[in-house]
């Protein structure tokens, strides 16, 4: 329930906290913050007359923030904040780790957010903004540069004078800056940061005046990872995190809300790719991910059924080993082991594989489950996320050697 406040202060946001496999809880909001819940995509805010909503998890994680009210809906196995990054960048940037975002572990995410990229932003600025070359057009009446020969004539004619030109300048205004101003501008507008990583946002935005802002809504410009940019890297992956999954903008009566929401699913499934094509890279073969293949045989495209498992490992062209990655695990609240089953049977089936590997989210044994009246196995291989990265990772390195030593396996026995 919402916490009392002292007479004539501001009112005390109430904090509500849920787990993402919970069933929800009886609170009492107001009408907006309720209306801020349901637009963000977080939870489900349903009336209950008298003031009273039940809030309800939808298979998101992350937290909405307004003036009165912040809703937390955490992973499950209680997955702190280091980890949750690490998941969210390895599968843009398989070179990461998370000594490269150590996030500061606070109880408030909003808080532990803003603190680590105000640590990794201090860091990347240490020795000054970094500059590089950006390529400039340009119309210009000396010649600096190149001359675009094909825009001089089709847009001045006969004219010599001003020209078109190309030149590359060195400067600030490059996409690492100009990613790094829009992390630290976004997170500067969340209400609730504490005062002192406040003035420290500001301080470092104030070192970034001459950089492009990014519109909102606008592709992030594309930046490479190299030796002259390395001091930018972590801060530079951390901004990338806050920019796809964060907001925070007015909302009605000019109150400022904030929501950072991410679908662990897809996350999960996301991670598994990056990392297994990574892992299966040491064997021969190559790593396909979201392989589409026919389920039926069909004359028309309208009564073709398909099926995409995660990731398909191919030798010759030929499927070999097929994956599929359950965040929930069977014995999660909502999941379903057979239906599952079902969906790895089908992957076999349509693709001539003899086995299938079922990687879920959570600690346990390996299972083999050979399907009745079929040669097909099914190995349900268990992901502990709690575990630290490098042993996530090695854990994955272990599943694809299994997985590799089953085709050899298969192999010699002539299927």
Request: aromatic share 6%; proline share 5%; net charge neutral.
């Amino acid at each position: 329930m919402r916490l009392a406040s002292p007479a004539g202060s501001a009112p005390a946001r109430q904090h509500i906290v849920l787990d993402e496999l919970s069933g929800g809880t009886v609170e009492k909001l107001d009408p907006d913050s309720a209306a801020s819940l349901n637009s963000s995509g977080l939870a489900k805010a349903t009336p209950m007359g008298m003031g009273l909503f039940r809030i309800e998890p939808v298979g998101m994680v992350g937290s909405v923030r307004t003036p009165l009210v912040q809703l937390d809906v955490r992973p499950k196995d209680r997955l702190g904040l280091s980890r949750l990054l690490f998941l969210l960048s390895y599968a843009g940037d398989q070179g990461f780790r998370d000594d490269t975002v150590a996030a500061d572990e606070d109880a408030e995410l909003w808080s532990a957010l803003a603190a680590s990229l105000v640590q990794l932003a201090e860091r990347a600025l240490q020795r000054g903004v970094l500059q590089g070359y950006v390529t400039v057009d340009d119309s210009l009446r000396t010649v600096k540069g190149r001359i675009r020969i094909s825009d001089q004539i089709s847009r001045r004619p006969g004219m010599l004078v001003p020209l078109e030109v190309s030149y590359d300048e060195f400067t600030e205004d490059i996409p690492e800056n100009r990613i790094l101003r829009a992390a630290l501008d976004r997170m500067s507008r969340v209400p609730g940061v504490r005062p002192d990583v406040l003035s420290r946002l500001r301080q470092l935005k104030g070192k970034l005046d001459g950089v492009t802002r990014l519109h909102a809504g606008a592709p992030l410009p594309p930046w490479r990872a190299s030796r002259m940019n390395l001091r930018y890297h972590g801060a530079l992956r951390l901004s990338e995190v806050v920019l796809r999954n964060a907001s925070a903008e007015a909302g009605e009566g000019k109150q400022q809300t904030a929501s950072f929401v991410v679908d662990m699913g897809k996350v999960f499934e996301d991670f598994v790719g990056a990392a297994l094509r990574r892992a299966m890279a040491a064997f021969p073969g190559e790593m396909r991910l979201q392989y589409n293949a026919m389920l039926n045989e069909a004359v028309r495209d309208s009564d073709r059924l398909t099926v995409r498992p995660d990731a398909v490992h191919l030798l010759g062209g030929r499927p070999v080993v097929v994956y599929d990655a359950q965040y929930r695990a069977g014995t999660d609240q909502g999941a379903s082991l057979s239906a599952d089953h079902f969906q790895m049977l089908a992957y076999c089936t349509a693709l001539r594989v003899p086995t299938a590997w079922l990687v879920y989210a959570g600690a346990g044994e390996v299972k083999l489950r050979r399907i009745l009246n079929t040669d097909i196995d099914i190995v349900e291989f268990p992901l502990d996320l709690s575990r630290p990265p490098s042993e996530i990772l090695a854990a994955v390195a272990d599943l694809a050697e299994q997985s590799w030593g089953e085709v050899v396996r298969q192999a010699s026995l002539g299927r």
